[in-house]
Structures are given as C-alpha cells and as structure tokens.
C-alpha cells in the first residue's frame, strides 16, 4: 500500500491547460480537508526552502483566499477566489500577485479509488499560451533540487 | 538563457499557428510552401512567422540549396520538456509533503486519544 506512481503531468498543446494527477493513501475526506484546512494546507503547499503563511481564508463556495510565501526574507503573494468548494470538486481563480493581470483557473477533483485510496486530478486553465509556459517554467526559477530535504526532515520527525 | 531569451520563446509560441507549424514541424523540416499548405494565409503572412520563430531561436533555416528547409531547434524543445519535467517533480514534492500530512490526519483519526508525551501544553 506504500507504493505510490509519482505525480503525471500533461502540457495540452491545443489550449493553455496543465493537467496532472496522483494518487493518495487517504480518503476523499481527508484529501478535502488538506485543501480546505488553512493550517494542513500551510503544511504542505510549499515550495520547499520556503515558509507559507495563510493570510486570508475562506474555503467556502463565494470565499476568497490568499498566502504568503517567504524565502530569505523576500516575500511572494498569491491569492485568488474559490469559485466553488464542494466535497468531489474544488473550482478556485490563482493569482501571483507580482503579475496580477494572470488569472489562472484551478479544478481539483477528489475520485473516490476504494480501500482508502483516493485520485486527485487537478487541472489549470492560463489565459495565454504565454501564461502557462511562464508557470511551467517558473519550476526552473524557485530552484527545485533542494526539495527533498524537507520531506527528509518530514521522515526524521517520524511524520510519514 | 536570460529572461528575455524566455520570454521571446512564450511569445513566439504563444500564438496558434505558429505552435501548429512547431508542431508538425517536430515530426521533420519542412520548406515553407510545405508549411504554407494547410492555412489559408498568404506567403508573406507565413514568412513573417517564421521570422517571429527564428529570432527567439525557436526554429533555424540552414544555408544551402534551394528550397531552405526549416528546421526545428531541438534545445529549444529539450528546454520545454525540462521545464514541464521540472514543474512535474515540483508537483511531486509538494505532494509528498501532502503524504505526510494525510498521514499524521490518519494517526489522529486512529488514536482516539492522542499521546500527549512530551508535550509541554
């Protein structure tokens, strides 16, 4: 039950979309309550090597939300709208606010897999092509290969 | 790259028919009435995508005989694959953070009681 396909990933060529997929060991519930927990969701939502404050939530269809990412003292905003929060679906808008005018569309989509194993499906509309590749390509910029150390502390603290 | 090398390949790709053209022209070069062929647009228009495509470096025509084949610049591609490569392992690590979270959620939910050992509260 330990083994876990890593994350799949799909850049459509058609439209600005990013889609991606995993699978957890945790209920629809509990995979729920991770994205809609401001305190769980601070917990995990990264990037690695940088800490994430929740300034604004409201995790209710109509609600709004925003974060605070901070690395070296330098600050990165993020906010945006949940458009529509229910138990199988997450529909919320995703703005870095250092580019305000890109407004990102987010679906998640909790699917039930059985034996306490759940699919989350996720799914970013960009506005333009150009959009989109500027996210894709932002991975290179927030410097990615110091990620597992904070997993490996995750695992020295006996919390996996 | 710089940034404003990026920022000339978003803008190059971020119109369609020029990523239908970076499209096919991943399965092999072509010359450009090749390119031409499926729009209904008129040489010049696709002249001047191509050249939109060669300054960010996107696609090259090599010298020699006529006619010049266009040709797909493959670090240019490498580079796209390595950012969604990337963006992917980016994903999988936020999500293993997310496994580690479920996990302790499920330790709450199995011990009705949770072990206050050590807790200075």
Known sequence: ?160 | MTSTALSRIFAALADPTRRDMVARLSAGDATVNQLAEPYQLTLQAIYKHLKVLEDAGVVSRPPGPQPRPVRLEAEVFDLMDKWIERYRRQAEERYRRLDAVLARMNDEAGNGSPEQKGSAA
């Not at chain 1, 910029?141 to 490996?152: S, W």
């Open chain 1, 1 to 160: 039950m330990n083994t876990i396909a890593e994350t799949t990933i799909e850049a459509d060529p058609k439209v600005p979309v990013i889609r991606m997929s995993r699978d957890f060991n945790a209920t629809p519930e509990q995979l729920f309550r991770a994205h809609t927990d401001p305190e769980l969701f601070a917990q995990w939502v990264g990037p690695s090597g940088m800490q994430t404050r929740v300034v604004e939530w409201d995790a209710r269809t109509g609600g709004s939300w925003r974060y605070v990412s901070t690395r070296d003292g330098q600050e990165f905003g993020f906010r945006g709208c949940f458009h529509e929060v229910r138990p199988d679906r997450i529909v919320q808008t995703f703005t870095w606010e250092g580019q305000p005018d890109g407004v990102a569309l987010g679906t998640l989509w909790f699917e039930d897999l059985g034996n306490g194993r759940t699919r989350l499906r996720t799914q970013s509309l960009s506005d333009s092509f150009e959009d989109r590749d500027a996210w894709l390509a932002s991975g290179m910029k927030v410097g990615v290969d110091e990620g597992y150390a904070k997993l490996e502390e995750m695992i020295a603290h006996g919390n996996v």
